[in-house]
């Protein structure tokens, strides 16, 4: 057969079409289970590591509770999971499962969000921690922030999807995340999150109360996504924050 | 070497040095800029490279006869495509951490220049056999100068190496810090891996004149 005719050139390309499209369709629903799985269970170790469950070991590791017991340890820790759409506050166990991106674009739509909130319970303290999401240099950033009830906050957790190596991608390492930790997010009565600042003078962040931060050097536009992604997850939550805070 | 012939070693042996794709092809470079910030960063892309690239000339050198030279560079990309989107999801699968670290490079690697140049030039006219050699020897040999731009990259403008503090820590100034040595942070900018690449070429052909091109 001439290899070369139109005919055969179109059949090839019809048959590698089918075979290749046939093979990648069987492997993602034959792994789907699987990745699903992972990405529960992905979800569950950032939430209680923003609440200081995890396996850190010295200064510079991020060590999640392994997989195998993450479940287990999720539903000890985390006492209620709540959803709050719009004045609403409901229960609801799947609330981690929530995609805060698609409910960031219902807002957009003038649509009333679902935002999720895990409370949470360590050493007698109650954390009350909340998903954010938002905008880096290359892709999306997100992440989880657990507050106690006077706002400060008690630890975060960031992950991104293509941050430049060595530069954004910093933002989930240890000597940023840590730095989040006393902050508070409050100026005066103001939700003013926190800033990653890169002239606050602060390198060692001992000023807590400065809403700053001290930024990653060469990542500015990373670092002012996670900026923008703290101040505007923080005002969504504005009204239960402001709930929990009267409660005293 | 028992193993290979003197022929097939020198498929390996041949773009580690003296026929490297980026020092003197200067193909690949744009992921050589992009991602050796970080040697841990370098090392896992060297990795897929060698995996995708090695699979990838097999499937096209056992393809070759029947590829209709009209549509083959077409063939070529479902090719790479196909097995980066396979290895992704398997690992997304079996491997979740793995997974994350590569999700940067699934883009690179299909777009990236070696590999459809090795597709292209290497194993559409040679058996599978020696298509496999050629697959690894070339992506080694991109993967050898990321490992070292990636080496300098980190180190000089980190401090570290593999994310290790080697040369202590530059806050509470140990180490080298303590006698007033500083990061150089424009080494984590793409710029200065440009210029890397540039001094390992001029380091290259100035021990092997025969590499030098004539005008």
Known sequence: MNKENNLYTVLFASLMVVVVGSILAYLASALSGRIKENERFEKQQNILYAMGVNENEDEGSVNFIPTDRVEQEFSSYITEQLVIEGDKITKDDQAYLIDIKKQLDLLKNGETPKLPVFVGEKDGETYYIIPMYGKGLWDAIWGFMALDKNMTVKGVYF???????????????????????????????????????????????????????????????????????ISTTVNLYKDYFESLRNKG | MALLSKKDANLILDPLADNNPITIQVLGICSALAITAELKASIVMALSVVFVLGLGNVVISMMRNIIPSKIRIIVQLVVVAALVIIVDQVLKAFAYELSKTLAVFVGLIITNCIIMGRFEAFALGNGVWRSFLDGIGNAAGYGLILIIVGFFRELLGSGTLLGFQVLGDPIAKTGLYSIGYENNGFMLLSPMALIVVGLLIWVQRSRNKDLIEEN
């Open chain 1, 159 to 229: 992950d991104h999807k293509g941050e430049t190596p060595g530069l954004g991608a910093n933002i989930k390492q240890r000597y940023f995340m840590d730095d989040f930790s006393g902050e508070t997010i409050l100026n005066g009565d103001r939700y003013a999150g926190i800033n990653v600042a890169k002239g606050n003078n602060d390198p060692l962040n001992d000023i807590k109360d400065d809403n700053e931060v001290d930024a990653l050097a060469g990542a500015t536009i990373t670092g002012n996504g996670v900026s923008s992604m």
